[in-house]
Every structure is written in structure tokens, then in C-alpha cells.
């Protein structure tokens, strides 16, 4: 369900009217920001199946929107999502998890060009905390609890946790947050770079659409392209991200939203970007 409305609060969680399909997230939009808030409180946001193919069509669908140019993703107070569906999981053999392939899912939000801000508070931990660290600017509550706890359930991250906290924050806080099970808090989140920004709870919300807003004030090919670029460096060596950001950067210059940019810069004005 996607609705239109000029917010300074998320979408609200609501129960689906009787007989109808129970939507595990709920979708609108402000101007060029599409916003997507998880609607499972009573799991504190579990990730289901389900849950993540509804995230990944929404944000599909998003993509191919030349009207939106950023996303945000946002859970409730108390947790931004506390992992994986662990009721979902637990009694699958491993020829289930095989079959069912529900990385696919996550692979298609990966694929996700426009960038996504992340708006986190309470718990980010398994599947929310490589959820999170698939989005590309994150405003942390000051209540966040972050981590990788599978190791406390028997298994290890499992939808690229390892990967991507290990780049993050390096191989040694790495170790301690995987093979521990424990949580970083706000603070030390920003302090080791997991994080983008910490703010009071009470502007989490409204501080992450703030940032949204501004990203879409932008060049939509421009934040499209940049973010491919940064994400290269997770991919290649620095002499391979540098040369294909040089090739990415050269290729802007075929945009009219660059010469309009340069040229407001140049005539002192306010730069018309029309994502052209
Ligand atoms: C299913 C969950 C859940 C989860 C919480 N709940 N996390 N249900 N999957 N990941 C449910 C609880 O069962 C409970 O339901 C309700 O949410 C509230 O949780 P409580 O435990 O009562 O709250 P609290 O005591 O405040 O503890 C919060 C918590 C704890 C520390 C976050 O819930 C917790 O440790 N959760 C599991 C975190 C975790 O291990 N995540 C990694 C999952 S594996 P009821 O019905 O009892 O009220 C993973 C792998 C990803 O993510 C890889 C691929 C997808």
C-alpha cells in the first residue's frame, strides 16, 4: 500500500482491514523521497521472507521511478529490525534453506540503484544490522543497539555480515562483534565508521528524511552514479576503484545535469536538475 502525504513521521504501523492481505510494510511518498517503514512490531521488525519480498518490490518499483530519487527505510522505536525470522528458520534442513534461496531477495535490493538512507533506532542486529549496512547513509537514534548476534543461535551471519562489518570496522572489532555476539551502541557505532550520523530519538526520523530530501535536491544520475562508484571500493583494489571512478566521472560530463551544475556554480545561481 503506498500512500502520499507530507510527513514529519513515519509511516504509521496499522493492522490491515479485515480479509485483506496483512502488509508487512508500509509505503509513501514526500516529493522524490519514497519511504518504507517495516510493519512488524510485535517480532520487533523480524525479517521474514515475506516482509523482505515486499521490501525488495517496493524498492524495485521505486527504482524504475524516474519521479522518486531517494529511499529511506525505517523501522519503529524499539528496533529498526531484530534479524532474521528465527521462528521462520528453526526447523529447516539445509536442503530447505538451499532450495528456497531467499538470498535472491536480498541480492535484489543490493541492486538497488537509487541511493537508500536509513533511518535506525533500537535494536539492528543479524539481518537488520546487513539490512542497514546495505543502505548507503544511516542516521542512528541514540538508542541504537547494533550487532551480528547469530553466533549465540548456533550459526553466523549469513546475508553478507561477515563481508561487509569486516570492511567496515576492520577485521579485529570485526571478530569481537561476530564471534562474541555483542552489541555496539550509537557512539561507538559512528566512532568506527558503522554509521553515518547519531541524533536524539526524537529526531531520527525526521533528521534521516531531512538528509533524503537534500540527496533529491541532486542530480538523480549523479547520486546514482556516485553511489556505484563508492561502492566499488568494497569490490576492487584502490588502482581498479580509481580508474573506474575516472571513467564513471568522465561519463557525467555526457549529462545535461553537469552542465547545468557547473554552469549555475559559474553564473551564481541555484543549479534546474532534470535527471537528464
Ligand atoms: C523472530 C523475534 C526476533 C527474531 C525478537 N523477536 N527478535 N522473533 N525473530 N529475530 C520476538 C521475540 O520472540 C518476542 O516475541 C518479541 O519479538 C519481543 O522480543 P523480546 O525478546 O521479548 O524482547 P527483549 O527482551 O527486549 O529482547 C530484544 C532482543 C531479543 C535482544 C532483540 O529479542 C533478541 O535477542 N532477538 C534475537 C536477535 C537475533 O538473534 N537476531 C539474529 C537472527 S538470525 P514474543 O512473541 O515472545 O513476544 C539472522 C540471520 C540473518 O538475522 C541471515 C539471513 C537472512
Known sequence: MTSTASMTKPPRENAPPPGATESLILAETDGAVGIIRFNRPKVL????????????????AWDADDSLHVLLITGGDRAFAAGADIGDMAERSVVEMEQRNQFATWDRIRRVRKPIVAAVSGFALGGGCELMMMCDVVVASETAQIGQPEINLGV??????????????????????ILTGRFMDAGEALQRGLVSRVVPPEHCYTEAL???????????????????AVNKAFESSLAEGVEYERKLFYMLFATDDQKEGMRAFVDKRRPKFEGK
Open 45 to 60: 521488525n523480524a525479517l521474514n521472507p515475506e516482509l523482505m519480498t515486499q521490501l525488495a518490490d517496493q524498492l524495485e
Open 156 to 177: 553466523m551471519p549469513g546475508a553478507g555480515g561477515t563481508q561487509r562489518l569486516t570492511r567496515a570496522v576492520g577485521k579485529a572489532v570485526a571478530m569481537d562483534m
Open 210 to 228: 531531512k538528509i533524503a530530501r537534500l540527496m533529491a535536491s541532486k542530480g538523480p544520475i549523479a547520486l546514482r552514479i556516485a553511489k556505484e
